[in-house]
C-alpha cells in the first residue's frame, strides 16, 4: 500500500517513532498516539510535528501527444490529500501523548478500482531544503 | 424519460438489511429477463467501477409491458459502506434495473440511500 511517505518521497527515520492505539476507529472516535524519541540529536529540523491523514487516490485518462507516436491515453493514478490534521510535537519530550478525533465528515477507508482513501498517522520532522522526515502507522476508519 | 420508474419499501437503509420495492415497467420492452441489482459504486471524473454488487435473479422472462410491476429483494453486505463524496471522487449505492435484450440492454439507475448502523438508531 501506498502511504503519503512513499508518495511525496519522504525519508524513513530511526530517530523517532509512533505507536497507535486502537489501530481501527469509527468516524467521531479518538485516536491514542504515543510518539517516542530515540535520537533527539538526530532531529534537526525546523518543525516537527504530528499528523492524521486522509490520501484519496483516483484514477484519470492522462492524453500525451508525441511527434513519433501521436496522441495516445493511458490510465494513471494521482493523489491527493483528503484530510488532515496536525499538531506540535515537543522533541526534547523521549515520549508524548496525544489524540486525534476523526471528524464525522471525513472519508472512510476504502481500497477501490478507480478511487480509494487511505488513513495514517504521520510524524514529520520538516527540513527546509532537504526531505523531511517521518514514521508513520496505518490506521483504519470506519463509516 | 426512464424506462422503469421504482418504489422502495423504506426511503433509508443499514447494512445487512434487505432491500426490498416494486419496480414499475413504464414502457413495453423487447426484454429477454428482467433483474434488479444493488451496485456499490465508485466514480471519478474518468472511470466509474462497481466496488460490490448482488443481483435479485430474473424478475421476469420474455417481452415487458407498460405497467407490469415487479417485486424484488436483496440483502445488503453486513460490512456495507455509506456514500462519500471527495474533492475527486465519489462513492455511492444504486439500484440498477435491467432488462437483457438483444443488442443494447435498457437500464433504469436510482440512488439508495445507505446509513452506518450507528446512525440508524
Request: hydrophobic share 40%; charged share 20%; aromatic share 10%.
Amino acid at each position: 500500500m501506498t502511504g503519503l511517505a512513499d508518495l511525496l518521497g519522504l525519508r524513513r527515520t530511526n530517530a523517532f517513532g509512533v505507536s497507535i492505539s486502537p489501530g481501527q476507529v469509527e468516524r467521531t472516535g479518538m485516536v491514542a498516539v504515543t510518539v517516542a524519541v530515540w535520537q533527539q540529536a538526530a532531529i534537526v529540523g525546523e518543525g516537527f510535528d504530528l499528523g492524521l491523514v486522509c490520501t484519496e487516490a483516483y484514477d484519470f485518462t492522462s492524453h500525451s501527444y508525441s511527434s513519433s507516436y501521436g496522441s495516445s491515453s493511458r490510465r494513471v493514478t494521482a493523489h491527493a490529500t483528503a484530510y488532515e490534521q496536525w499538531q506540535p510535537l515537543d522533541r526534547t519530550q523521549p515520549t508524548q501523548s496525544c489524540w486525534f478525533q476523526v471528524a464525522d465528515w471525513a472519508p472512510f477507508s476504502y481500497r477501490g478500482s478507480a478511487l480509494s482513501y487511505t488513513w495514517e498517522i504521520i510524524a514529520r520532522e520538516h527540513r527546509s531544503g532537504d526531505f523531511d522526515r517521518v514514521a508513520e502507522q496505518p490506521l483504519w476508519v470506519l463509516p | 424519460m426512464s424506462a422503469f420508474q421504482i418504489a422502495l419499501d423504506r426511503q433509508r437503509w443499514a447494512p445487512g438489511e434487505t432491500v426490498s420495492g416494486v419496480v414499475t415497467v413504464a414502457e413495453p420492452l423487447k426484454s429477454r429477463t428482467i433483474e434488479v441489482f444493488l451496485n456499490y459504486r465508485e466514480e471519478t471524473d474518468d472511470y466509474k467501477e462497481i466496488g460490490w454488487s448482488a443481483g435479485s435473479g430474473p424478475l421476469h422472462e420474455g417481452r415487458a409491458e407498460a405497467g407490469q410491476t415487479l417485486r424484488f429483494s436483496i440483502q445488503l453486505p453486513p460490512d456495507a459502506l455509506p456514500a462519500h463524496q471527495s474533492a475527486n471522487g465519489r462513492l455511492y449505492w444504486e439500484v440498477d434495473v435491467k432488462s437483457d435484450e438483444r443488442g443494447l440492454d435498457t437500464h433504469g439507475r436510482f440512488a439508495l440511500d445507505v446509513q452506518p448502523a450507528r446512525l440508524m438508531a
